[in-house]
């Protein structure tokens, strides 16, 4: 059984940085694919960033140039390294894993994944 956890976030003021890291129970992510999202209140969970089993990354344009992912093959936790917060990088942030082998667009698609974690909370403050 595939079991996500994700932790990391907390409450930083704009231009800070955070670490996300998820583990993934039951879940070769050196094999598979693995992605994070977000959700903001009362908005929908998008994609932020995802990462195939040859390690290649996808990242929403939101995202390009402030965050970076990462995964640690021999730990099977995936990382998300955030860099100059912004307000509207407020959400909760979920890890999400498929078992396909190759990454592509669809990684950042919400609909694409059947495994989720239960999400970990960012706040930015201006």
């Known amino acids: 059984q595939v079991h996500l956890v994700e932790s990391g976030g907390g409450s930083v003021q704009a231009g800070g940085s955070l670490r996300l890291s998820c583990t993934a129970a039951g879940f070769p992510a050196s094999r598979n694919c693995i992605a994070w999202f977000r959700q903001a209140p009362a908005k929908e969970r998008e994609g932020v960033a995802g990462?195939?089993?040859?390690?290649?990354?996808i990242y929403a344009a939101s995202a390009k140039g402030r965050f970076t992912v990462s995964k640690d093959n021999n730990k099977s936790p995936l990382y998300l390294d955030m860099k100059n917060l912004k307000p509207e990088d407020v959400g909760m942030y979920y890890c999400?894993?498929?078992?396909?082998?190759?990454?592509?667009?669809?990684?950042?698609?919400?609909?694409?994944?059947?495994?989720w974690g239960q999400g970990t909370q960012v706040t930015v403050s201006s």
């Open positions: 999400a894993a498929d078992l396909r082998r190759f990454g592509g667009d669809w990684q950042l698609l919400r609909g694409e994944y059947n495994y």
């Open positions: 990462i195939d089993s040859y390690d290649d990354p």
